[in-house]
């Protein structure tokens, strides 16, 4: 059995990490560009679990087919947490990725090498048309560096180096991102998950 399932983004990177990871899993992906009239969803829940669901449960009740979106952050240290579930519009609504960088450095411009601490969050929301939604987590631990390295990837990847490495995720191969990411940690949660349901 092959299950259709609706990916709740517009972010093609996104979409490609997770085709990516979840390639090989008897399931069809659909993206909200199969859907042009789903409408957005504010994401103003105050944690991760709570935009990802959400988001799923909006794109399920719309499309009629199960949906996975995912709300994703950086938390860092030095600044209490931040910029946490307002990752994506950090330096203010309809910022990108360099503006929100360029916040972030700044914020961080007095703070120390060995005070710059920070991890990456994903949670993923699986919503099933009739509202039932499954959760699957992810984060990984690493530090902030103090300018953009790298050309790959997205959002705060070119200054965040994983624990154990030296090299930015932005450095990285998508190979190289995909075994570490906050994101394919919370994928493969949900791979598991789809291999329970085909053996049932």
């Known amino acids: 059995m092959v ?3 609706v ?4 972010n093609r990177k ?3 990490e997770i085709r990516r990871i979840l390639e090989g899993i008897p399931v069809t992906l659909h993206t909200l560009d199969d859907f042009p009239g789903c409408p957005e969803v504010e994401e103003d829940e105050a944690t991760f679990e709570g935009n990802a669901i959400k988001k799923a449960r909006a794109v399920a009740g719309y499309s009629g087919k199960p949906s996975l979106a995912d709300d994703s952050g950086l938390e860092v240290d030095a600044l209490g947490g931040a910029p946490g579930v307002f ?3 950090y330096a203010g609504e309809g910022a990108d990725d360099r503006k929100n960088l360029e916040k972030l450095l700044s914020e961080l411009r007095d703070v120390g090498k060995e005070k710059r ?3 990456f969050i994903c949670v993923i929301a699986l919503a ?3 509202g039932k939604v499954d959760t699957f987590r992810g984060s990984v631990a690493g530090r902030i560096g103090t300018e953009p390295r790298g050309e790959s990837g997205f959002g705060y ?3 965040f180096y994983p624990e154990g490495h030296e090299r930015t ?3 990285m191969s998508a190979d190289e991102k995909d075994a570490l990411s906050h994101r394919a940690i919370a994928l493969r949660e949900l791979r598991r998950y789809f291999a329970t349901l085909m053996n049932d």
Request: aromatic residues 4%; charged residues 35%; hydrophobic residues 45%.
């Open 3 to 5: 299950m259709e399932l």
């Open 128 to 130: 099933l048309p009739d």
């Open 87 to 89: 990752s994506a519009r």
């Open 14 to 16: 996104k979409v490609g």
């Open 169 to 171: 995720f932005a450095e």
């Open 7 to 10: 990916i709740a983004t517009r």
């Open 117 to 119: 601490e920070a991890r």
């Open 157 to 159: 990847d070119p200054v």
